[in-house]
């Protein structure tokens, strides 16, 4: 199986841009003054506060890319990200690709060595299925009325929000191997195509599904 050389760099960026959006949603909602309280709050530098929430100045089309979780291959480090923001948006899509194209030259030579998967811990489907869960703990409890408002709340769609609630619609057996550390994930399983066998009502369904989903992926 083929392993993506960029794919700890992207989730380390996902991880960034959604801690961008709390930090922006938190001064937005008068929950702290400003970049100096987030900073006290989190235990950070107010610089690295700022640092991240440039991240949210990039255009909607890279960021899109940047926080889907289906998305693989060259990607800037954050540095080069952080210095993209501060383009005017429009020039910023071309700058982008320009950027991408340098990283997967560059990324092709270095990954017979080193490469930015040793540099952040993976978490495989864990975290989206920790999203999951908390989004419909909102819902339950009453503290979003719709899959919209939690979406306009995590900086999501309402479409994505109804993507990653659509895991736990798996059957109990199918969570237990697939919500674990990376290098537990089966072989060929991925977000995708679980939401996907999570579609089919009958619960053997699901199980032969995911079986010859994992035997597919077994021979690659």
């Known amino acids: 199986m083929d392993i993506d050389p960029w794919a700890d760099r992207r989730a380390g960026l996902r991880d960034r841009l959604e801690r961008a959006r709390r930090f922006e949603r938190l001064i937005a909602t008068g929950a702290v003054k400003n970049a100096a309280d987030v900073a006290s709050r989190e235990g950070i530098t107010r610089a690295r506060v700022s640092q991240i929430l440039r991240l949210l100045k990039l255009a909607p089309s890279i960021l899109q890319e940047l926080e889907d979780p289906e998305a693989s291959g060259p990607v800037p480090p954050e540095k080069e ?10 020039r910023q899509p071309k700058r982008y690709e320009e950027l991408v194209a340098t990283e997967g030259f560059e990324g092709g030579k270095a990954g017979r060595g080193g490469s930015p998967r040793s540099r952040v811990q993976r978490r495989g489907l ?5 999203r999951a869960r908390r989004f419909q703990a909102m819902l339950d409890s009453g503290e979003f009325r719709s899959l919209e408002e939690i ?37 060929g399983v991925s977000e995708r195509k679980l939401r996907a066998i999570a579609r089919l009502q009958d619960h053997d369904e699901q199980v032969w599904a995911f079986r010859a989903l994992r035997q597919t992926g077994a021979l690659r």
């Open 151 to 187: 979406g306009q709340a995590e900086g999501l769609t309402g479409g994505r929000v109804a993507q990653l609630l659509n895991l736990l619609h798996l059957v109990p057996e199918i969570i237990e191997v697939v919500d674990v550390a990376a290098e537990r994930v089966p072989a």
């Open 81 to 90: 990200l952080r210095k993209l923001a501060g383009v005017p948006r429009p």
């Open 126 to 130: 864990q975290h989206q299925f920790e």
